[in-house]
């Protein structure tokens, strides 16, 4: 057996400003993990740092912002409140808390990413996850031992029944492995199976346990894993979750809704009515009766009757928001997205109420053209809205296509517009969207967005390094020649119709700065997915937003990009910064729907803390008035905050107070992913 070498350092305080979660509230992250100390308080974790706590039975739950940025895959605590444990996913840390959550510190960073958990009491437990990791620690998390049985297996739930001699751990290709000398020797006791298994559950004593994973299969041993018998649940999507509380009694939880109960020991099974489709990733029961399943986007569901109904715990509809706008303030806006989810505030976002939208389809774009009283919103199968009262009522109008419609943009008044979509399709009306006149586009390919400078001259993208432009109200359109040939989901002019930008493929930019004649491509840094570009008001200031809710930001024109991460990691497809570069809003998949109020400086958390951790044991850089770099790079203190920009050559630092710094080179990646370089800088005087 070898010791693990892990890092062992209290953790910084990163945190997001003045960026909020205005939908669903508390918030919208995935969940991982839920674990119950007591009656009334308990804990769950999940995606960006997620940490909730409620101390009244789950009635209410509040947002920890801890700064801790993992991804966390596990939490738990023992009857004790005060002490707990909880695991990060690909940055493999380990923290702990000894306030009942208050402050958490890093107590350890693993050998591969982290899956599962399990206490025995605050001293002794065990963690696993990939490459066969297995961890143990009996002197709470001070040190721990590297029991890993190695391979290519990821291991993502770990059971010790009695005592911390017996022990299971389960996982990828079938893999289940037992130990009886606490972890000094573990052996294969796999089923004949090559399926995934992502729950494991020992409730009363060594020789009964359950297992679940890959297409529903859910197995059961009686003998100690030395056979297995498979269960008819009648399920066969992938589960993810088990949890028994007698040898009879339990129940299993998965994607699209899916919790199953036992109260034979597997022998039937009973589907139970939660009312969501939207994807369980845990469930755990406190008694008979009390039970939580949390799962993707926020999701907590209650039950206080074994499960025969499930209460949703949090505010907010999930339905994917496509298109965020504010026409004239920051007060009154509209979000819109997938089964018509119409969602209106006029509180800047406090608040989103549903509006009736009268269709199910899913909407992609929405426009107020020049007030908060008419607007249009366009969408699957052509679906086309109007409103005149400020979406107190929605009227669906005639489009006369049946192609997906994608954006819908009036220039100057609510009279004359235009809507593009499948099939190179564009329309046109003249009589404020009372009827609609198809124009021929010169192409087939698939058109994301439109836009309009005036009622002249406007532009389309899509499909296929598609950019169109016309310069007679869209009588003729003329392709453009982008540098990349790949989908476009985005084009805006933020002035006079020169400048303007394209987004898309995989971190695809392009820019032109004579009104589409030639295009060339600028490097925001990333190959993640672009949905929306945007100047708010001038060709300097800009912003992007795109896969695992990324966002980035420049103040050049799009020279330099700065990348940024929200405190999400769903999918962001909207953008709207309505009225100047500081006040903006995002929205995105799970119904997300945040808002800065600082021009986006409110993402600045800028790496993991494990990247933080890792640097404060690298060799300090001492200086008094001067810090030289190589390359352009940011100084931040110890709670992840920048402190200046730094150019290559000597920079002036004496303006900079006395303390603890990082030094972290910016360059065309992400800031914070593998092999970027930080440093430690102590400035004295």
Known sequence: MKRAVLGVLLASGLGFGAWTWQNPLPHGNTLASVSFPTETTGYIVGDRGTIMKTTDAGASWALHQTGILSSFEGVHFLEDELVGYMIGGNDQTIHKTTDAGENWRLVGIGPAPLEGVRFLDNDTGYIVGHMGSILKTTDGGSTWDDQGIGGNTALRDVSFPMDSRVGYAAGDWGKIVKTTDGGENWNTVAPDTNTWFS??????????GYVTGQFGLTLKTTDGGQTWSRLSTGHNTDMHSVDFLTNDLGWIAGPLGAILRTTDGGGTWDKQSTGTREHFNFIRMQDSLTGFAVGYYGLVMKTTNSGLTWTRMVSGTTQRILSIEFPVDTLVGWACGWDGTILKTADGGNEWVAQTSNTGADLDALCFPTDTLTGFASGQGGAMLKTTDGGAHWFGKTSGVSDELFSVHFPEDTLVGWAVGDNGRILKTTDAGESWETQTSGTFERLYD????????????????????????????????????TWYRSIHFPLNGQTGWAAGGAGVLVKTTNAGQNWFQQNPGINYFLYQVQFPVDEQTGYLCGFFGSLFRTTDGGNNWEVYYSPTNNVLYAMDFPVDRWVGWVGGVGGAILRTNAGGTSWVEERSEAAVMRAATSPSIMCSSVLRVAQRSALVDISGRRVMDLQPGENDVRGVEPGIYFVREEGPRIQGSEGTSVRKVVVQR
Do not use: A, H
Not at 199 to 208: A, R
């Open 199 to 208: 729950g494991m559950d020992f409730p009363e004593d060594t020789l009964v």
């Open 450 to 485: 439109v836009w309009f400078k005036d009622q002249d001259t406007g532009y389309v993208c899509g499909d296929n390094g598609t950019i169109r432009r016309t310069t007679d109200s869209g009588e003729s359109w003329v392709g453009q020649s982008p540098p990349v040939q």
